[in-house]
């Protein structure tokens, strides 16, 4: 399908901000199972957006600007052509070698709890990786609720409480891959009903390379799927990131709508 997108966020301060420094990860790339029609990003003060391939392959722009700053609007927007692979994405541009999928990170702790219920899964799917990843994308899905409004959790806290905000639903998912040696990363990007999303691709050996899994969904991402960003955990994914310098409070905002504009 072809789906329109429109990202905006808002930054409002209570006192003007003498300045910002923003990382945006708001850019989605080519890949297999989607084709990047148009793409363009407007900041509401006048700035140079710096392009810059991050470690991951995500396309990243950078700015900077002085204040005083009232309000900052940041919104990207276009169209993207999705095609539904199964979540089969074979080769992305990838920078790294596959071992540093398998590393953790303060939000990824492999913890005895987490090996236990991967290690569960992996011999009741007969030890095969890709069986044993759809099974634990139905566990998971079972088992562990939605909580919006839920604090972060590592992923040991997520089995006790069985509920998490999705983002660490998909830390836990990437978190239980890795303790079975899959190289595996959480991925970032919107779903066509029009809300942000974060799920996991893990690989799996050259015959398959690169396969999302979305354990919130409980699927495989179809063409309602724009991946816009990968990484060892949310924080790598964050579509708006950086330093606002002022004195007082701030609120941001983000406003998402995703349209379906014909069948590719």
């Known amino acids: 399908m072809r789906l329109a997108i429109t990202h905006e966020t808002v930054f409002r301060f209570d006192q003007a901000a003498s300045r910002a420094i923003q990382t945006l990860r708001l850019t989605p790339r080519n890949t297999e199972a989607q084709l990047v029609d148009t793409w363009r990003i407007d900041v509401s003060k006048d700035c140079h957006l710096s392009p810059v391939e991050d470690a991951f392959g995500n396309l990243t722009h950078t700015f900077s600007i002085d204040g ?3 309000e900052l ?29 398998r590393r953790e990170t303060e939000r990824t702790r492999i913890e005895p709890a987490v090996r236990a219920f991967a290690a569960d899964a992996f011999a009741t799917a007969g030890r095969d990786p890709l069986a044993t990843l759809h099974k634990l994308m139905g566990r998971l899905a079972e088992t562990v609720a939605v909580d919006a409004e839920a604090e972060t959790r590592v992923p040991d806290i997520v089995l006790v409480e069985r509920a998490a905000r999705v983002e660490d639903v998909a830390h836990l998912f990437a978190t239980l891959a890795r303790s079975l040696d899959i190289p595996t990363r959480v991925a970032g990007g919107w779903l066509a009903r029009g809300v942000s999303h974060t799920w996991i691709e893990a ?37 708006v990131r950086g ?22």
């Not at 690989?203 to 991402?221: Q, T, Y």
């Not at 310098?245 to 590719?264: D, F, K, N, Q």
Request: net charge negative; charged share 25%; proline share 5%.
């Open 68 to 70: 005083p700053i009232d």
């Open 73 to 101: 609007v940041i919104v990207a927007s276009g169209e993207v052509a999705t095609e539904d692979t199964n979540g089969v994405l074979h080769a992305t541009r990838d920078r790294l070698p596959l071992m540093a999928f």
């Open 203 to 239: 690989h799996l050996g050259p015959s398959l390379g690169w396969v999302g899994f979305d354990a919130v969904e409980n699927r495989c991402p179809t063409d309602a799927w724009v991946r816009r960003a990968v990484g060892l955990d949310a924080l790598d994914t964050a579509p």
């Open 243 to 264: 330093i606002r310098s002022h004195l007082g409070g701030e609120t941001e905002t983000t406003r998402i709508t995703v349209r379906e504009v014909s069948r590719a």
